[in-house]
């Protein structure tokens, strides 16, 4: 039996009368860029994440593109983020002109550790982007409380995280609720995801949205006069038509997810050699993706592969061992947990419609490994 690491097809099995509605209908009005369903959209998707606006944009990376150009960096200032995670996180930093500032992450959740980063503060710190990494959401109470005691701006980098839930305070927040921004993708390989790119902003700021919905349209909110130089950055209609039409099944898709994990940590209970991802307990996961520590993790990845059973590791080389950030000065040893991880961490399938007989044949297989 061959199981896939993604399957979208399956997904789009299921959807496909729903999902075909949807589009048709953007083509017989013939209305591509920015239509009614790009608002629609914005405002679904704000109130899934507990916040007021939304604010569409082309892509997860120009989401965050957006919110960091909105700060205004001076050269030399910095922002501080996880080298354990995607390569848009530390390079939509870069390239509004900010010095990436990469710290540890927490050895369980793979997110920010908060001792780390307060530690990492300095004179020309601005900004935090916070990573949700994998579905589950960083300690945002305890981030929210270093950002607000240093004056610091908190942005929430929940591409991976759409309607995860964290308990601060003893009350659920959603992703992109807390922070000054949340920054989402619709890749087709995420958790909701579309036809192509697509991203959105998600905040309370009611200023930083009207701000963001005029940088995103060449920084003018009327055609032909422009307040500042901004971006094209906008949603197909399309891509929102597809995502409103699978919006109401995401609920049911993130509880099959957390059905497959609690399966494979079942499965995999016996094996001392491999670490199932624990989930905080004051998170409700949505697992992206599904992501064990495995000894041997190269030779594992190679013996799934030839079993036909797909498998992935992000990310092999951390972000601050990257070439194009040598200038920054980090060498091997200067982030040990984040190090450790990226040598011995694989993810394993976890889409929704996986069935029982594929998670327990991924389970077989890593078990077979080890003997």
């Known amino acids: 039996?061959?199981?896939?690491?993604?399957?979208?097809?399956?997904?789009?099995?299921?959807?496909?009368?729903?999902?075909?509605?949807?589009?048709?209908?953007?083509?017989?009005?013939?209305?591509?860029?920015?239509?009614?369903?790009?608002?629609?959209?914005?405002?679904?998707?704000?109130?899934?994440?507990?916040?007021?606006?939304?604010?569409?944009?082309?892509?997860?990376?120009?989401?965050?593109?957006?919110?960091?150009?909105?700060?205004?960096?001076?050269?030399?200032?910095?922002?501080?983020?996880?080298?354990?995670?995607?390569?848009?996180?530390?390079?939509?930093?870069?390239?509004?002109?900010?010095?990436?500032?990469?710290?540890?992450?927490?050895?369980?959740?793979?997110?920010?550790?908060?001792?780390?980063?307060?530690?990492?503060?300095?004179?020309?710190?601005?900004a935090i982007v916070a990573v949700h990494l994998y579905g589950q959401m960083a300690d945002m109470g305890s981030l929210g409380s270093i950002a607000e005691t240093h004056g610091l701006t908190l942005i929430e980098d929940a591409a991976q995280a759409i309607g995860a839930r964290r308990k601060v305070g003893g009350e659920w927040r959603r992703a992109g609720e807390l922070g000054q921004a949340g920054t989402l993708s619709f890749f087709p390989t995420k958790n909701l995801g579309g036809w192509g790119d697509g991203g959105m902003v998600v905040t309370q700021d009611d200023a930083l949205a009207g701000r963001l919905r005029s940088m995103r349209l060449h920084g003018g909110t009327r055609e032909y006069l422009h307040e500042e130089v901004g971006l094209n950055s906008r949603l197909d209609s399309l891509q929102a038509a597809v995502l409103l039409a699978k919006l109401p099944h995401l609920e049911s898709w993130s509880a099959a997810r957390r059905t497959h994990a609690a399966r494979y940590a079942a499965g995999f209970a016996g094996l001392q050699s491999v670490i199932a991802p624990p989930t905080d307990p004051l998170n409700e996961h949505i697992f992206h993706q599904y992501t064990i520590r495995a000894e041997g993790r190269d030779e594992l990845h190679q013996h799934l592969t030839d079993n036909g059973v797909g498998n992935k590791i992000y990310y092999p080389l951390a972000l601050h061992l990257q070439p194009c950030f040598g200038h920054l000065g980090y060498r091997p040893g200067s982030l040990p947990v984040t190090e450790e991880a990226m040598t011995t961490v694989i993810s394993l399938p976890i889409y929704p419609e996986l069935t029982e007989s594929q998670v327990d044949r991924v389970v077989e297989v890593v078990g077979a490994f080890y003997g």
Not at 18 to 43: I, K
Not at 66 to 82: F, Q, W, Y
Request: glycine residues 8%; proline residues 6%.
């Open 1 to 126: 039996m061959k199981v896939p690491l993604l399957d979208l097809v399956s997904q789009h099995a299921s959807v496909r009368s729903e999902v075909e509605a949807a589009v048709n209908a953007v083509v017989e009005r013939q209305g591509f860029v920015m239509g009614p369903e790009v608002a629609e959209l914005e405002r679904q998707i704000a109130d899934l994440s507990g916040a007021r606006h939304g604010v569409a944009c082309a892509s997860g990376t120009d989401a965050l593109l957006l919110v960091l150009r909105s700060l205004d960096l001076a050269p030399g200032d910095e922002v501080i983020t996880p080298a354990f995670t995607f390569f848009a996180t530390a390079g939509a930093i870069h390239n509004v002109g900010g010095t990436p500032v990469f710290v540890d992450i927490d050895p369980e959740t793979f997110n920010l550790d908060p001792t780390a980063t307060e530690a990492a503060i300095t004179s020309r710190t601005k």
